[in-house]
């Protein structure tokens, strides 16, 4: 594993805190969004193309994580 998984548990992760994932691909994007969901943040966001946020979100829903957080925090899926 690399320096998401090392860095991300330093982080002060709370109920009020808003994430925004930003990488230089999708399987940057799926490590760090996986990392995310386990978080109790109040918002999860991703940046990137239509197609490269549903991709990762089915990524995601093969391993039924995405599901399972939106399920605790009534959460939606937007991209642009």
Same mark, same amino acid.
């Not at 799926?30 to 990524?59: C, D, H, Q, W």
């Given at each position: +594993? &690399? =320096?998401?998984?090392? /860095?991300?548990?330093?982080? %002060?992760? %709370?109920?009020?805190?808003? @994430? @925004?994932? /930003?990488?230089? &691909?999708? *399987?940057?994007?799926? *490590?760090?969004? =996986?990392?995310? @969901?386990?978080?109790?943040?109040?918002?999860?966001? +991703?940046?990137?193309? =239509? *197609? =490269? /946020?549903? %991709?990762?979100?089915?990524?995601?829903? /093969?391993?039924? @994580?995405? !599901?399972?957080? !939106?399920? !605790?925090?009534?959460? !939606?899926?937007?991209?642009?």
């Amino acid at each position: +594993m &690399g =320096k998401y998984e090392e /860095v991300f548990p330093q982080l %002060n992760i %709370n109920e009020t805190s808003y @994430i @925004i994932i /930003v990488t230089r &691909g999708h *399987r940057d994007d799926t *490590r760090v969004l =996986k990392l995310a @969901i386990a978080t109790p943040a109040r918002y999860i966001a +991703m940046i990137g193309s =239509k *197609r =490269k /946020v549903l %991709n990762v979100i089915r990524e995601l829903r /093969v391993r039924s @994580i995405a !599901r399972r957080r !939106r399920c !605790r925090s009534g959460a !939606r899926r937007q991209s642009p």
